[in-house]
């Protein structure tokens, strides 16, 4: 953070990381790309359950405009079954080897809080950033595993469990508590030597919409962290819920929403549909 002359703070964001020897930059707003391998998603699941698929897919988004592609294999949605460590990794590994042959320069990301997972992903596909829904919460290894091989690392805020976060989420004052929260493990990240911190305010993890829409009208808050900042509102309840609709209906309220966030000082938006994300970020570039 820096000080102009009239005492008032302005703030330096972070807008860099490096992967696989590479420095990745985020002088503009990118997109990331969902990818699930997963039978029961709230939205895509059971989609890309063969090769051919996935690869299709990858090659669509990486057409569209995608700068990053996530890919998961457990669903997070409200009340999803848990996944075992060993269903996990083989719904992931060979997938994952198979994108990073046929798209060897690609930046991967991959949605997982074990660090188990981490560490096998690592061996099969190279440096992937970490993006962990449970901040570190669920695997009290994953900091340690994210340090020792020098990974980026996607800091996520949750109340709960993806089984149990949903049940009645309360806060005082949703945007100080996610911050304070988030404040803690990033100091904890850093003394363990973390180079790279991508944060997250989690948007519908253990939040209901009126916590949800606070966090998204005061997204510049967490500028004070000077670290790229990750909205992840596509297609979410806090939508379709709203508008009396279903998440194949969400994609214009998406965009309303992808809209604002990138106004709030969003550096990444994580999508499913990234053609409309991009066009966003286009059009919210020519205000900037």
Request: with cysteine; glycine share 8%; proline share 5%.
């Amino acid at each position: 953070m820096l000080v102009n002359k009239n005492d008032q703070p302005f703030y330096r964001k972070k807008r860099s990381f490096c992967l696989n020897g590479r420095l990745i930059t985020l002088d503009q707003p990118v997109v990331m790309g969902i990818l699930n391998l997963t039978p029961d998603s709230f939205f895509d699941g059971g989609r890309y359950g063969s090769e051919p698929a996935v690869l299709n897919r990858v090659e669509q988004m990486l057409a569209e405009g995608a700068f990053i592609l996530d890919v998961g294999a457990v669903s997070t949605r409200p009340g999803a079954a848990e996944v075992s460590e060993r269903d996990e990794l083989e719904r992931l590994l060979k997938p994952l080897a198979s994108i990073r042959q046929h798209f060897p320069e690609v930046t991967l990301s991959v949605d997982t809080w074990r660090s188990e997972v981490v560490r096998q992903i690592v061996d099969v596909a190279g440096d992937v950033i970490v993006n962990d829904i449970s901040g570190g919460k669920m695997d009290p290894q994953m900091f340690a595993m994210v340090a020792r091989l020098g990974l980026p690392y996607l800091l996520m805020h949750i109340q709960g469990t993806p089984q149990t976060m949903q049940h009645n989420p309360v806060y005082s004052n949703v945007v100080g508590e996610v911050i304070r929260e988030l404040s803690e493990s990033v100091n904890q990240l850093k003394l363990l030597g973390v180079q790279d911190i991508l944060l997250d305010p989690g948007f519908g993890f253990g939040k209901l919409a009126v916590h949800n829409y606070e966090l998204l009208n005061r997204l510049d808050a967490f500028r004070l962290f000077e670290l790229p900042l990750v909205a992840g509102l596509s297609r979410k309840t806090m939508i379709w819920k709203q508008l009396g609709i279903t998440p194949e209906d969400s994609l214009n309220g998406t965009t309303v929403l992808n809209t604002l966030a990138l106004l709030g000082g969003a550096d990444i938006l994580r999508v499913h549909d990234v053609k409309e994300a991009l066009e966003a970020i286009r059009l919210v570039g020519q205000l900037k």
